[in-house]
T-cell receptor, first 113, second 116 residues
Framework: DQQVKQNSPSLSVQEGRISILNCDYTNSMFDYFLWYKKYPAEGPTFLISISSIKDKNEDGRFTVFLNKSAKHLSLHIVPSQPGDSAVYFCAASEGRTGNQFYFGTGTSLTVIP | GAVVSQHPSWVICKSGTSVKIECRSLDFQATTMFWYRQFPKQSLMLMATSNEGSKATYEQGVEKDKFLINHASLTLSTLTVTSAHPEDSSFYIC????????????FGPGTRLTVL
């Protein structure tokens, strides 16, 4: 049972425009969320996180929005750059120090120069 | 920084043999390490959680006798795939947390296992 879902397997965006990656979850106990970026044949790299006490967290070009009532979060990248082309995973856990993270299936982002 | 390494990065073995994959935290002590498996175009699936000095906790559906995990020190965890079969071919990724208070997992680069 997939508790974290990323329904868009791929996304193409023009360089300089905004990339919006979406993630939905089913477990209402999740209260800590992270986004990871992954290049082929490499391990994921942490991008940004958000706890359920917030609805927005921003770090440079990356902003994560959390809608708890809809059990939905999104990652906005603006402006998008060709180097952002990678697979993006969202992950969720029960609590900031929770050991178990549940990952979505990933969205492959291609930024077109 | 927080660097996690894995060795080897790619291994090819014959069916029936055992393969050991190492995961090391290079510049920090990791009380907890995790092993994930990723099939092509699929999510990272947590296989087991490994705490230093104690037995690993395996996720449902993961055979503990097939995937042996040893967390011998605060900087090293090993995953041994015993009697490997072609269906074990996958990308195995480890991650480590900086102690109990850390909220971020630092991932290794992954190991691609191909079983012929």
């Amino acid at each position: 049972d997939q508790q974290v879902k990323q329904n868009s397997p791929s996304l193409s965006v023009q360089e300089g425009r905004i990339s919006i990656l979406n993630c939905d979850y089913t477990n209402s106990m999740f209260d800590y969320f992270l986004w990871y970026k992954k290049y082929p044949a490499e391990g994921p790299t942490f991008l940004i996180s958000i706890s359920s006490i917030k609805d927005k967290n921003e770090d440079g070009r990356f902003t994560v929005f959390l809608n708890k009532s809809a059990k939905h979060l999104s990652l906005h990248i603006v402006p998008s750059q060709p180097g952002d082309s990678a697979v993006y995973f969202c992950a969720a856990s029960e609590g900031r120090t929770g050991n178990q993270f549940y990952f979505g299936t990933g969205t492959s982002l291609t930024v077109i120069p | 920084g927080a660097v996690v390494s894995q060795h080897p990065s790619w291994v090819i073995c014959k069916s029936g043999t055992s393969v050991k994959i190492e995961c090391r935290s290079l510049d920090f002590q990791a009380t907890t390490m995790f092993w994930y498996r990723q099939f092509p175009k699929q999510s990272l699936m947590l296989m087991a959680t490994s705490n230093e000095g104690s037995k690993a906790t395996y996720e449902q559906g993961v055979e503990k006798d097939k995937f042996l995990i040893n967390h011998a020190s605060l900087t090293l965890s090993t995953l041994t795939v015993t009697s490997a079969h072609p269906e074990d071919s996958s990308f195995y990724i480890c991650s480590a947390k900086k102690g109990l208070a850390g909220d971020e997992q630092f991932f290794g680069p992954g190991t691609r296992l191909t079983v012929l």
